[in-house]
C-alpha cells in the first residue's frame, strides 16, 4: 500500500482567502524553505506561544491540542525548561568529556526497561536511532533482510526512509526489505497474533528464497502510520519469535508509542510480554528538545562496540540528559501514565458513543492517549479520506488540533499531551459532535 498525497495539508492556490499577514508569512516561508515543508490546514496557524494542553496563535486565540506527542509532558513544561535553561547556563559538551549527567540518566531510564536491555545509545532524533538499530541488527547477525509493516514510517535518513513505506512511491525501499500486512481486528475469526506471525514467517521464507538473511522484524508497536492498532496484549509474541528463530532480532519503535502514552505500560513491548532485541526511542523523550536513543541488550550492543565506531556531536550532551531527565520527573511526579490510561478509557468510550450517531465515524482504536478513529462512507463502510480531511478542517476552525493518518489518510489520529484531562477530552468531543454534525447535514 502507498501512502496517498498529504490531505491535511495547505493548498497554496487558496492563498487569497487567507489574512493577509498569514499569507505574507507563507509567502516569504515559501521563498527560504521551498515546497518540501509542508504546513497543516486548510487555513494555516500562526502559533507564538504554548503551555500545557493548549497553543496561542499571533492573535490570541487558543487552540487545545490533541495531537502534538512531541510536548508529551505539555508545551514549555516550566520544570523542563528550568532544567534545560540551567543546564545550558552550566555546561553543554559531547559525550567524549566525562559527564555524570549522561551516566544518572541512562542509569535512571534503564530501570524502566526489562533487566537485559541494560544499555543505552543517545541520538538526536528517533530516525538516527531507527537508523542505528539498523546498523546494530545487521552486525549482530551478519543478514541485511528487514521486515516492516505494510504502511510503515520509521524515519527520514537514507536507510530507515528504505524501510518505511509511507513515503510513497518516490521513496523506494530498499531490496533487502520485505511488507508484511499490518494487524487488524479480524472480528473473532482469526487471531491478529497468529496471522501477523504467519505472515512474518512468509517474509522471512521470501528473503530466504532471494539469498537474504534475516536481521530484523521492527514495528512501532501501536501501528501509528499504519491507522492505529493496539490489539489484545500479548499478539506480537508469536512475531517476535519467528524472527529470533530465523536468526533475525525483534525491534521495538517506541519513538511515538513510548513514555507512557499507551496508559498501561511505559513501553507500547510491555504489554505484550516481551524483551525486544532493540528499543528505539525518539519524539517525546525531551519535550521538544531533541534527544532519542537506542535501549540495547549488552550482546547485542557490545558485539557492534567491538566492531564499528559510533559518535554523535550532539546526542547525549548535557542539556539533552537534563531535558530528558526532566520529562521523567515529570512523568512520575504528576502521574501522567495513569492519566493517560483514565482519559484514554473516557476519550474511547466517548468516541465510540459518537460512533453510533454517526455512521460516517467507524471504528475506535487504540490504547491510552493514543487512538484512532476511522472515517468512512456511511453507504458502505468504505475509506473517505475526504471526509477526514473535512473533519480535521472544521476541528481546526473550531481552534481544535487533529489530524489524520493510515494508508488511505482516512484515520483520524489521536495523541494529545499526556496532561490532557477528562474536561479537555469532552472539548474534543463536543467539537467532533459538531463538526460531524455540520458535515453530514451539509452533504445531506
Not at 238 to 253: H, K, Q, S, T
Not at 293 to 303: F, M, N, Q, S, T
Request: with cysteine; net charge negative.
Amino acid at each position: 500500500m502507498t501512502a496517498p498525497v498529504m490531505i491535511n495539508a495547505y493548498d497554496p492556490s487558496s492563498a487569497g482567502n487567507l489574512d493577509p499577514a498569514v499569507s505574507e508569512l507563507i509567502a516569504r516561508r515559501e521563498r527560504v524553505l521551498g515546497q518540501p515543508y509542508r504546513l497543516f490546514y486548510e487555513e494555516p496557524v500562526h502559533f507564538v506561544r504554548g503551555a500545557g494542553v493548549w497553543l496561542y496563535d499571533a492573535a490570541g486565540n487558543k487552540y487545545l491540542d490533541s495531537y502534538n506527542n512531541v510536548p508529551s509532558v505539555g508545551h514549555c513544561h516550566p520544570r523542563v525548561v528550568e532544567a534545560v535553561a540551567r543546564q545550558a547556563s552550566q555546561l553543554n559538551v559531547h559525550t567524549r568529556y566525562l559527564d555524570e549527567g549522561i551516566v544518572l540518566y541512562a542509569e535512571r531510564l534503564l530501570q524502566m526497561f526489562p533487566h537485559d536491555s541494560s544499555r543505552l545509545m543517545l541520538t538526536c532524533t528517533g530516525s538516527e536511532a531507527n537508523d542505528l538499530a539498523l546498523r546494530i541488527a545487521r552486525t549482530h547477525t551478519a543478514g541485511t533482510g528487514i521486515i516492516v509493516t505494510a504502511n510503515a514510517y520509521h524515519g527520514i535518513t537514507s536507510a530507515v526512509a528504505q524501510i518505511s513505506p509511507s513515503l510513497g512511491l518516490h521513496v523506494p525501499l530498499g531490496y533487502d526489505v520485505r511488507t508484511v500486512p499490518a494487524p487488524k481486528d479480524y472480528g473473532g475469526a482469526r487471531d491478529p497474533g497468529e496471522v501477523f506471525m504467519r505472515d512474518v514467517e512468509h517474509a522471512i521464507a521470501d528473503l530466504r528464497r532471494h539469498g537474504i538473511r534475516p536481521a530484523a522484524l521492527i514495528v512501532d508497536t501501536i501501528f501509528s502510520s499504519d491507522g492505529v492498532f493496539a490489539g489484545s496484549p500479548g499478539f506480537l509474541a508469536p512475531a517476535a519469535e519467528a524472527i529470533r528463530a530465523a536468526g533475525g532480532l525483534f525491534i521495538a519503535d517506541e519513538v511515538q508509542a513510548g513514555f507512557g502514552r499507551l496508559g498501561t505500560h511505559m513501553w507500547g513491548f510491555m504489554r505484550h510480554g516481551i524483551s525486544p532485541d532493540l528499543v528505539t526511542l525518539g519524539k517525546p523523550m525531551g519535550n521538544g528538545y531533541p534527544i532519542a536513543g537506542v535501549a540495547a541488550r549488552p550482546a547485542v550492543l557490545d558485539e557492534f562496540a567491538a566492531k564499528a565506531r559510533y559518535f554523535n556531536t550532539f546526542a547525549g550532551s548535557p542539556v539533552a540528559c537534563a531535558a530528558g531527565m526532566a520529562v521523567l520527573d515529570v512523568i512520575e511526579d504528576e502521574q501522567l501514565m495513569e492519566n493517560a490510561h483514565t482519559v484514554g478509557l473516557h476519550l474511547k468510550e466517548g468516541f465510540e458513543a459518537l460512533s453510533k450517531r454517526y455512521p460516517e465515524l467507524g471504528s475506535v482504536r487504540g490504547q491510552g492517549l493514543f487512538l484512532g478513529v476511522d472515517l468512512v462512507s456511511a453507504d458502505d463502510l468504505s475509506p473517505a479520506p475526504q471526509l477526514a480531511a473535512r473533519l480535521v478542517n472544521e476541528l481546526r476552525r473550531r481552534r481544535i488540533l487533529i489530524s489524520a493518518s493510515g494508508p488511505h489518510g482516512h484515520v483520524l489520529k489521536i495523541r494529545p499531551p499526556l496532561p490532557f484531562t477528562t474536561e479537555h477530552a469532552d472539548m474534543l468531543l463536543a467539537a467532533t459532535d459538531e463538526a460531524m454534525k455540520a458535515l453530514t447535514t451539509s452533504v445531506g
